[in-house]
């Protein structure tokens, strides 16, 4: 479709575009509408594709003609839009009537990708502490894997404490009479189901010890007769049972698959920790680099990516929470929260048009390679085929997403590995202990 364009800026990020329709391109488009009506149209008194133009004009010209301007604009937009670097739907600000004696002019507002002058962002001086590992984070990390070679084993050296399982002789009375008698029944010290309240007479008891006292059963009693009675409760501890983690030696070592028994059991998680701790370090890194490049720019950032980035970050959160075990139909964000994620995303917004910038000065790309190592990376994280996440990748028509989030990592790695970074050390062992304890719960 021929066009003239007029472009107005109204600021670095916003544009106003003025087209002018050519008026016999106006009238060649009426005149097609109105034949393609007579073709279709049947009209009581008139033969099918002889209704006169006339009549149609009268009874449905405002329609056709309102229905052919919408097309116009949105079909003229849809040629000029590639020349710009659009992040918003355009806002059409008014149009004038179709009139094939005069030329058809509409105007419409658009959001732009702001086009930034990069200064400094080669070797910018970022500072961060550099994460230590110490031995108490090799123990936590040692125990967890013990944890997993845990057994249900009997208790015979100490009374019963908050997570053992008892054996139990029960009895219950209620005003004097016996409304249940079990010689047998597993009590759950964690919780338990069936007897609940018991637990607390339970704990510091022995074996072949026997205490009464009086129980609230409560409504949630898993034994019928018991809900939600408060009766007068006699127990013995016939014996108990707790998971017990087995001691570290060289055998078990190698049986968890660390060849050269205990020391290099721990040579190997301090190594992975070391791994984590550098990583997290990095990371670090990186939140400082963003932050000092997006300072060191002053620009508007378009509201349509502010948009894109706050509806990506409300999803995340979603996804977390979700996860985290709540209802998601339930999920709703407080006006604190939308403000904090509305800041976040106008950051995370300047920071992608920086980057772009970047890879674009400094000629980056993403390859194939660079997009099938992200996806088995996606795979790993959650468990699946990287097949199965490629095909959803592709169902959705996410993969451009992902290949712009993984040209942003590739130019932040670019802009670290040309940073001059101060790496300061910790106080003490104290100060990072806490950090270190993260690290490994998180390997966990």
Do not use: C
């Not at 107005?8 to 990020?13: L, W």
């Not at 033969?47 to 329609?63: D, I, M, N």
């Not at 002058?117 to 123990?139: F, R």
């Amino acid at each position: 479709m021929q066009y003239d364009l007029h472009v107005e800026d109204v600021s670095s990020i916003r544009r106003r575009l003025t087209f002018t329709v050519a008026p016999e391109l106006v009238g060649k488009e009426l005149d097609q509408a109105f034949n393609d009506m007579k073709n279709r149209m049947k009209l009581p008194g008139f033969r099918p594709g002889k209704v006169p133009r006339s009549v149609l004009e009268a009874r449905f010209g405002r329609s056709v003609r309102g229905e052919l301007a919408q097309k116009l604009v949105e079909r003229t937009w849809r040629q000029a839009a590639p020349s710009f670097a659009v992040t918003s739907q355009p806002e059409l600000v008014e149009q004038t009537e179709l009139d094939p004696t005069q030329a058809f002019r509409f105007t419409i507002n658009v959001e732009v990708r702001p086009s930034v002058e990069l200064k400094g962002y080669k070797g910018l001086s970022v500072g961060y502490t550099a994460p230590v590992v110490i031995e108490a984070d090799v123990d936590r990390l040692v125990n967890q894997r013990l944890q997993g070679k845990a057994r249900l084993a009997d208790i015979t050296d100490r009374p019963v404490q908050v997570g053992d399982k008892v054996n139990t002789a029960l009895t219950v009375e209620v005003n004097g009479a016996v409304v249940h008698d079990h010689p047998g029944t597993l009590i759950n010290t964690s919780g338990e189901r069936y007897y609940p309240g018991v637990e607390a007479l339970l704990v510091g008891m022995g074996v072949g010890d026997s205490k009464s006292g009086e129980v609230a059963f409560g409504d949630k009693a898993g034994v019928n007769e018991l809900v939600g009675v408060t009766g007068m409760v006699t127990v013995s501890v016939k014996n108990i049972q707790a998971m017990v983690v087995p001691s570290l030696d060289d055998a078990l070592a190698t049986e968890l698959g660390y060849e050269g028994g205990v020391d290099a059991m721990r040579a190997a998680l301090r190594m992975q920790l070391e791994g984590q701790a550098h990583e997290a370090g990095r990371m670090q890194a990186r939140v400082a680099l963003l932050q000092k490049l997006v300072d060191g720019h002053d620009f508007e950032v378009p509201d349509g990516l502010v948009e894109e980035q706050l509806n990506a970050l409300v999803e995340e959160l979603r996804v977390r929470r979700a996860w985290g075990g709540t209802d998601p139909r339930s999920i709703r964000f407080s006006d604190a929260e939308m403000a904090d994620l509305r800041s976040r995303a106008r950051f995370a917004a300047k920071g992608a048009v920086l980057l772009s910038e970047v890879s674009k000065a400094e000629s980056l790309g993403v390859t194939d390679a660079d997009i099938d190592a992200k996806i088995r990376e996606i795979a790993d994280a959650r468990g699946q085929a990287p097949e199965a996440i490629k095909g959803y990748l592709v169902r959705e028509n996410a993969i451009p997403m992902l290949k712009d989030r993984i040209l942003e990592e590739k130019t932040l790695e670019w802009l670290l590995e040309n940073a001059d970074l101060q790496v300061a050390a910790p106080v003490d062992d104290a100060a990072q202990a806490a950090p270190a304890e993260e690290v490994a719960s998180t390997e966990g």
